[in-house]
């Protein structure tokens, strides 16, 4: 293991892949995807003049839905699964972290925490680009899911002039299901 | 509107939050999850999702940060603006589930309330949450 932890240096500080853009611009249809999966039952997000009566120029995105604008779909999230059973590990320092994880048993993945700055509130019409660092790789530690580590990312989203939408912290654990300790 | 509906103005540190009681089955959890364009295989498929060492299927991490979202604005009203969300995973949502939101407001700067919100199933805490919100410019005029 302190072979593996002496190779995460080399990943702390990096950008972790490509900026991430939207593959279409914020949109009422998916925003109404959300709230109706949510059962939430806030007006502004789906009716402008509701919104226009708490000082909105009209309708606005849920604030946790800012990650989903920049997912990568369903066809490319299959494509991405057929390369990891392929072995084929794209040029980037997260896909290159993940396979060297992988290597070791630590396949499976839960998210931990996130932390999400709002600098302003996303509109139909905004086109989302994350820029995402490795922040940082915890020692490999013992955990109710088996042996893993914890990678923070850094999350910065901007709109399409650049500007500053919501800064965030990811942390996931990546472990080995493998070596979870069962409760008797 | 399921609870009643707060004045996030003139809010005092220790205030209590109504409770909102949430149901969670399974379709509640797969919706969810695609609807945030996640197709991780532990959200929709229990069969993968015990390959990787859970008892069956969990809510994503950005569905939390739904429901939490919602539960927030339930409380204080569609005025709410949010600055701030940091939330902490505990023990997991499954299908089956009810989690509970309750929460407190810890803290009281200018226009800014800060809260403390949990949302506990029958096991424990899923999600411990610091929530900083403003009322709207409108609101706060």
Known sequence: MKELEAQFEQFVGQVAEPPRVARYAVNEAMIRNWVEAHDDLNPVYVDADAARETGRSGVICPPAMVSTWV???????RAVQRQQADGV???????????????????SVVATSQEQ???????PGDHVTCHFTIESISP???????????????????DQHGDLLVDERFVMLRFDPSTQEKVA | MSIETLDLRGRSVGDTLPELAIPLDRTTIVAAAVASQDFEDV????????ERGTPDIFMSINSTNGFLDRYVTDVFGPATRFKKVALRLGVPNFPGDTMTFSGEVTEVAGDDVTLKVVGRNSRGAHVTATVTITPSQEAAK
């Open chain 1, 71 to 77: 997912m990568q779909g369903y066809r490319r999230w």
């Open chain 1, 89 to 107: 590990v794209e040029d980037h320092a997260y896909f290159r972290l993940l396979a060297l994880l992988a290597e070791h048993g630590f396949t």
């Open chain 1, 117 to 123: 700055e709002y600098v302003r509130e996303l509109q």
């Open chain 1, 140 to 158: 490999v530690k013992r955990t109710g899911l088996g042996l893993g580590c914890f990678i923070t990312l850094n999350k910065r989203y901007v």
């Open chain 2, 43 to 50: 959200h929709h498929d229990p069969t993968k999702a015990n």
